[in-house]
Each structure stands twice: as C-alpha cells, then as structure tokens.
C-alpha cells in the first residue's frame, strides 16, 4: 500500500475485496467507502478517517477492448460506447 492507496486498474476485482484503514482500523467493503471521481480516476478513502485506501484508474478504450474479449461483462457492455466514440474521431 502507498501513501496514496493502492493501485487497481478498473477491471480487477477491488469491487469484492474487505478493506483495512491502517489508520483508525476500520474494515470494510468497497461500497462502503466514499469516493471521489476525477477525470482519469477514482479513489476510495475510510469513512471514519478519511485516508485514502485505494486508487482507480478509469478504463483506456484499449484496456476495455481486452477485458470483452476475455468475456468480460461491464466491459461488453463499455465497447458499443468505445466504438462510436473511435468513429466519432475517424469522422473529423
């Protein structure tokens, strides 16, 4: 664990994890955690003290592509939007 908390990209499975503050000892899972959302991330902090327990960083359209095809669902669901966001570009 950093001083920033831990790294996770946004397809690994932080969604299912029990987390531990090192500070107050809090313990807890992900939804519990609040959240504050950036352009290029996310980050997770304890709800008792506010250290900042994990980092996420949104989706590359390059890292949304490979998570469909290894099946998986969220990113299906992600690639339509990826698609017409790439023909958007290939039409200016």
């Known amino acids: 664990m950093t001083d920033h908390g ?3 990209c ?4 932080y ?3 029990t987390f531990t503050c090192p500070v107050c000892g809090w313990f807890g899972g992900f939804g ?6 950036y352009r290029d991330l996310f980050d997770g902090s304890c709800p008792e003290c506010e250290k900042m327990l ?3 960083s ?6 949304i592509r490979k998570a469909a095809a290894d099946g998986n669902e969220e990113a299906l669901q992600m690639l339509p ?3 017409r966001r790439e023909a958007l570009e290939v039409e200016k």
Not at 10 to 13: A, Q
Not at 58 to 63: Q, V
């Open 81 to 83: 939007m990826v698609r």
């Open 10 to 13: 946004y397809f690994d499975n």
């Open 6 to 8: 831990k790294l996770y």
């Open 58 to 63: 949104f989706p590359t359209a390059e890292e």
């Open 15 to 17: 969604r299912c994890e």
């Open 32 to 37: 519990q955690l609040e959240q504050e959302q």
């Open 54 to 56: 994990i980092v996420v």
